[in-house]
Nanobody, 129 residues
Framework: QVQLVESGGGSVQAGGSVRLSCVVS????????LGWFRQGPGKEREGVAA????????YYADSVKGRFTISQDRAKNTVYLQMNSLKPEDTALYYC??????????????????????WGQGTQVTVSS
């Protein structure tokens, strides 16, 4: 059984930082792309960042480039999202997801929800001004 469990969310003031973690277990394939998505109030789910299981390539939404960093620890089966310089518009429920997406795909595909097969339950991040 595939499980993705996020942690690390919380409330922070604008300009602050938060690190999210996602532990992945039971994934049936040796290679995987792991992604972070978010869904704000009244908004559609959007891709934030993604990373192939080999560590590269990585993909970022334009809205978070230079502020967010995705990384992984394969020994711990964990993917992280370091979020710096947070803004109120970053407030959302953040999900991690896993999919059999090969490396080198277009960023728009790697950051779309459709190709991901497995999802976590989400962790809330609230940024106050």
């Amino acid at each position: 059984q595939v499980q993705l469990v996020e942690s690390g969310g919380g409330s922070v003031q604008a300009g602050g930082s938060v690190r999210l973690s996602c532990v992945v277990s039971g994934y049936p394939y040796s290679t995987v792309t792991l992604g972070w998505f978010r869904q704000g109030p009244g908004k559609e789910r959007e891709g934030v960042a993604a990373i192939y299981s080999g560590g590269s390539p990585t993909y970022y939404a334009d809205s978070v480039k230079g502020r967010f960093t995705i990384s992984q620890d394969r020994a711990k089966n964990t993917v992280y999202l370091q979020m710096n310089s947070l803004k109120p518009e970053d407030t959302a429920l953040y999900y991690c997801a896993a999919g059999a997406i090969p490396p080198g795909v277009a960023a728009a595909w790697a950051l779309a929800p459709k190709p991901y097969d497995y999802w976590g339950q989400g962790t809330q991040v609230t940024v106050s001004s």
